[in-house]
């Protein structure tokens, strides 16, 4: 069993900021990748950028300079800053850890960008 618990939504204005946190735990070995994705209503889910065991990093176009995934390897954690928030980028954020064993997707939080 794997769980991953998501944490740091909330709601922010236009150009503001907000973190989020993905700890994984339970019956892990070897994590090969941890990302984010997210949905917005309407829309199919996305990714917006993971990180590999060998520290690559890919984002989507939309979100290039200004989010920014990091991991503590200790803990088992994914992190997404994310900076200069849109009102395009409210959806509900997905954590996704790829192990030994599957895929894994947190349970989501929900980002809402507005004034």
């Known amino acids: 069993q794997v769980q991953l618990v998501e944490s740091g939504g909330g709601l922010v204005q236009p150009g503001g900021s907000l973190r989020l946190s993905c700890a994984a735990s339970g019956s892990i070995f070897s994590i090969y990748t941890m990302g984010w994705y997210r949905q917005a209503p309407g829309n199919q889910r996305e990714l917006v950028a993971f990180?590999?065991?060998?520290?690559?990093?890919n984002y989507a176009d939309s979100v290039k300079g200004r989010f920014t995934i990091s991991r503590d390897n200790a803990k088992n954690t994914v992190y997404l800053q994310m900076n200069s928030l849109k009102p395009e980028d409210t959806a509900v954020y997905y954590c996704r850890v790829v192990i030994t064993s599957g895929v894994y997707w947190g349970q989501g939080t929900q980002v809402t960008v507005s004034s």
């Open positions: 990180l590999t065991n060998s520290g690559s990093t």
